[in-house]
């Protein structure tokens, strides 16, 4: 190459998981079974009134382009999707539609966080959220957690922690890797120690609605000045069509609006008309047996992962993920895992995706394939390991 | 607010034409016409051979997340695009699919500018060229240009305002908002002169195939080490598709692929199938229509435009706009595009969209609307002017 590239370009990593992924698809080529639980994204295509949705908005033509800020329609159905399902009704006006959740991450942390600015994290996290603050030459400042904090930050590490540049706390629930989902009580304390601070709040909630013992509290339930991440990917089984939005605090939207114009124009046309039959009863229905589908394969999975030897403290109740600690295997879980899918045929994510914080003790299985193949897979460990 | 903003924030200014669009939309709902030249949006629908790919990838579920790079078909297709328009095939590899030209524009300064480097480009200009520079902490220059040097850099202005802390020059051919189209002689100096200077170059043909007096060259057809940002949107008639692509010289791939992961996962997956049918002899004939009626609309409008007053020195060969000063009109563009839509029903864009340096003296048609609404736009002008 003969043009050095930017420095943030040797400081973000890539994903290990694309590594595992590529030579699995490699050995898929060569005819060996690989069974595939490294994927965070769900095995299920999109739900069918979504898509007979997304036809008619092409038989009608609508292929040009919606404000930078989304459909109306699409804003007030998802502030009366929360009133709906948190009893908490944000003014449309506060809510953004996104490429992804990914869109409105890179809105959030351009709106938030100027060079040198700090933002508290949790180590295990989506690396993402991590990358996203250095592409904003922020730094983001990922603290180890574990199973005794619920793999949150507390508010006494928040407080540790705070510095006169420190911008925000990037929190998700439920979270990936871990599954952990935050209760209302401690959201409300984060939120009112962030505010204490004077630090923004952010909380990416885009595996809200796949939680396994009732419904997780939404942020807006106990605070209306934080930034909401979410996102048809998941739990609406959209991955595909790019899809998320974000709700902001009052006052923020204008400031949100000119940074989405310039730098997304808008979000995918077709995906926005598709999604406003995301909160149909029909849908609603399929998307509850997906539910309790991916409740049973967490049912399945945990106990047989922990009769393996993996070490998994606490019960997951939310997003598709275990959190496996492989320290009785190997002192290297990208090795780890290198070793499980050559001679097992079985596919997962090193630690080292998610933090450095015990990374090579842990890595991270994905219920996202069926029932079937998840027997298939543990049968294949328990024949290697054993 | 509570919280302050990033200073970035501050820096990128919102779309002026959007305040017009609003106050348009607004004279609409009460029952005013307006004629719409301000939108930089073909009015046609995505042609339906394209759909019709879409709704079949939807009929099959291909609704998951593609590789971050994009589908390997798509990436092959573009290769030989280029190579049955061009005579010039760039390794599929080198290849990137984006969400939209912004996803490629994003892409490219992220991989390339470093926070206080310096991005040479023109006034007038797109301006999210240099919104995207200042977003990745960069400094962009924006040099004065004007018909005399067909509203580009010239070797000699590169070399002037080249400095240690410059990285890139950044180009559009054809040009937004004057319709500029550089030749290949032109292409080849430039390209010359920043490899000489050690920078990159980065050229945006959004607007190729949107040309009326043969193909314009592509930077590719002089140089493989040129950075090019192209889309689905105009020529191909997939705005709201949201789909575009980037051509980087060998060995960037993996760095590109790397942000493309963290920033937007990949560009939407139906879309991308859809656009598989964008190089079928079917689409090229509907294409070739189309361009066709945008000639007629530019051959009609320009002399119109002349005859009112305003002033358009040279005719424009590419992409579906008219800069035009209106000096003998007022002395600020921004009031008089205002009072035009108040008066006489017409949205036009304001100069300041652009840049700065006698952005007060101009204007920008758009001939993204009929035949007939140009005629009735012309015929309000020439009441309200005259």
Redesign the interface.
């Known amino acids: 190459?003969?043009?050095s590239?930017?420095?943030?370009?040797a400081a973000?990593?890539?994903?290990y998981v694309?590594e595992i992924l590529a030579r699995a698809r490699d050995l898929e080529a060569r005819g060996r079974s690989i069974i595939h639980m490294e994927i965070g994204?769900p095995d299920f295509?999109?739900p069918q009134p979504i898509?007979d949705a997304?036809?008619r908005a092409?038989d009608r033509?609508?292929?040009?382009?919606?404000p930078a800020t989304g459909l109306t329609a699409l804003r007030e159905a998802i502030a009366d999707f929360y009133d709906g399902r948190y009893g908490v009704r944000p003014a449309p006006e506060r809510i953004i539609i996104t490429?992804?959740a990914?869109?409105a991450l890179?809105l959030t942390v351009?709106?938030?966080?100027?060079?040198g600015?700090r933002v508290l994290t949790t180590d295990p996290g989506y690396?993402?959220n991590r990358?996203?603050v250095r592409?904003?030459?922020g730094e983001a400042v990922s603290l180890p957690v574990t199973a005794e904090t619920n793999f949150q930050l507390t508010p006494g590490m928040i407080e540790d922690n705070w510095t006169p540049t420190t911008a925000a706390v990037l929190l998700a629930s439920p979270a990936n890797p871990t599954g952990a989902v935050s209760k209302h009580e401690y959201l409300a304390d984060i939120a009112a120690c962030t505010?204490r601070l004077?630090?923004?709040l952010i909380v990416d909630e885009i595996y809200h609605g796949l939680t396994y013992s009732g419904t997780a509290p939404s942020v807006l339930n106990v605070s209306d000045?934080a930034f909401v991440i979410n996102s048809f990917s998941k739990y609406f089984?959209?991955?595909?069509?790019?899809l998320g939005w974000m709700v902001v605090?009052e006052?923020?939207t204008?400031?949100v609006?000119?940074?989405a114009?310039?730098?997304?124009?808008?979000?995918?046309?077709?995906?926005q008309h598709a999604a406003l039959a995301a909160f149909t009863a029909e849908t609603a229905a399929i998307l509850e047996q997906r539910r309790m589908e991916f409740m049973r394969r967490r049912d399945f999975l945990l106990p047989a992962l922990r009769d393996l030897g993996f070490h998994i403290p606490a019960t997951p109740q939310g997003a598709f993920y275990l959190y496996a600690g492989c320290e009785r295997f190997c002192d290297d879980s990208q090795t780890f895992a290198a070793d499980i899918l050559e001679n097992a045929g079985v596919a997962i994510t090193p630690g080292l995706d998610f933090g450095t914080y015990r990374a090579r003790e842990h890595v991270r299985f994905a219920y996202t394939t069926s029932m079937e193949n998840l027997e298939e897979g543990v049968m294949r460990l328990k024949r290697y390991l054993s």
């Open positions: 190459m003969p043009l590239t930017a420095l943030r370009v973000i990593q890539p994903f694309m994204e295509v999109t898509i997304g036809k092409m033509g609508d292929t040009h382009y919606t490429p992804g990914s869109g890179l351009a709106l938030l966080v100027n060079p600015s690396p993402c990358h996203f592409l904003m030459e505010q004077g630090g923004a000045g089984g959209m991955t595909g069509w790019r605090p006052g923020y204008a400031g609006d000119k940074l114009q310039n730098i997304f124009l808008a979000a995918p046309t077709i995906a």
